[in-house]
């Protein structure tokens, strides 16, 4: 049996979980708060270091991650 991977929908579902994440941080700073918790996204072909970084970048540097017992716990700088 051939498995066949969809490059696309990797790429779709990586600016997605991008995308979600800096949502959740707006609506956290909003609400007052400086850190919350995101779930690993396993089983999508999602590299966890370039998730990350993506979202530092895409930030400039003021959400910031680190992973810890299965999550990854983001924290929002002043």
Do not use: W
């Not at 790429?11 to 909003?30: D, L, R, S």
Request: glycine share 6%; net charge positive.
């Amino acid at each position: 049996m051939k498995v066949i991977i969809n490059k696309n929908q990797q790429k779709i579902n990586f600016k997605n979980h991008v995308g979600t994440i800096i949502m959740i941080a707006q609506q956290k700073a909003e609400a007052g708060y400086d850190r919350f918790s995101y779930p690993i996204p396993y089983g999508q072909g999602i590299n966890l270091e370039n998730l990350i970084n993506a979202v530092e970048k895409q930030t400039e540097q003021s959400v910031y991650a680190f992973c810890r017992n299965g999550i990854i716990k983001f924290r929002i700088r002043d």
